[in-house]
């Protein structure tokens, strides 16, 4: 199969900075564009900024409200001292108001009823003034997310800093499929592994060394890299970064824009669940691309 490499110089830790490649307008303008959509998606009012809290919930009753007595206590300012109380059974949980809470699905008063989890595909959204609430499931866990719509983060968020677009960053590679498809095993930061279809994966070469990388997702549709480099836990965040790749063509091609890498939600929140790049995941060298670390503190921290 053909295929081509646009020239990239790139080094591992120690060595000299990669030049900056000279602009192409075109390229630049679709980096930029690329960066407002996702500026816009973290301020939505829903969106990762507004994450406040995260609760692992017990088998049998929990209570939630801002009471510091209850099992999930949410921020006094934003909360009644009582909403009620989940009940898990396994992973099926049931919500039980408190009597006057107000505590509603779509606008309409809930007083009982089972929620699904992110997982399913019918998400249930609980509503509490400017909270929002609902289960996820991760491995064996099951847990409670919380959302504030007027978080302070969400409010006094300006941007994330950015390396220089470098059109050297942006790859032509191939799609190298499996056999058959094959269990991709991924960490994340709450410890937990989970195994993931992984069905090729994605060739380029920088300064003419062959890499490759596992995505997750099939290939007839968007393929999503976490990733990690040399710059991880310096000048971006410890956990790696990801990335968003079109599928690949006809002929196995496709192509990689590391000017597009982006931070995990956990370098804007603790209460997210973070995927770690898989094992064969990590390049021995440093992407001086994309977004670096946010925020002080979150440069070195790893989640674990």
């Not at 990669?18 to 192409?24: L, R």
């Not at 300006?158 to 269990?183: C, S």
Request: charged share 20%.
């Amino acid at each position: 199969m053909a295929w081509a490499v646009l020239p990239v110089i790139a080094c591992g830790g120690g060595g000299p900075a990669p030049p900056v490649s000279a602009a192409d307008p075109v390229h630049l303008a679709e980096v930029e564009s690329w960066r407002g959509e996702r500026l816009e998606g973290l301020r939505r009012p829903d969106g990762w900024l507004s994450l406040v809290g995260l609760f692992w919930l017990d088998e049998g009753a929990n209570s939630i409200g801002a009471d510091p007595a209850s099992d999930l206590v949410l921020p006094p300012d934003r909360a009644s001292a009582q909403l009620g109380v989940l009940h898990r059974a396994g992973r099926q949980v049931r919500f039980e108001a408190a009597p006057g809470a107000a505590v509603s699905l779509g606008g309409e008063p809930v007083t009982s009823l089972d929620l699904a989890s992110d997982v399913s595909g019918e998400l249930t959204a609980l509503e509490h003034g400017s909270l929002i609430f609902y289960i996820i499931e991760r491995g064996e866990r099951v847990g409670v997310r919380v959302k504030d719509l007027e978080s302070a983060l969400r409010h006094e968020f300006t941007g994330i800093d950015h390396y220089p677009v470098d059109p050297a960053w942006r790859l032509e590679a191939r799609f190298e499929p499996f056999a058959e498809v094959k269990m991709i095993p991924v960490p994340n930061i709450t410890g937990d592994i989970l195994d993931q279809p992984g069905h090729g994966r994605i060739v380029f070469a920088i300064a003419g060394v062959e890499h490759s990388l596992e995505p997750l997702g099939p290939p007839d549709g968007e393929l999503f890299l976490v990733f990690g480099d040399e710059t991880n836990g310096a000048e971006t965040y410890g956990g790696g970064r990801f990335l968003d790749v079109a599928p690949p063509d006809g002929n196995g091609r496709l192509v990689v824009d590391f000017n597009k890498a982006y931070n995990p939600p956990c370098v804007f929140t603790p209460y997210a669940t973070c995927p770690l790049p898989p094992s064969g995941n990590r390049l021995p060298l440093a992407v001086v691309a994309g977004e670096r670390s946010f925020g002080a503190g979150h440069t070195v921290t790893t989640g674990g």
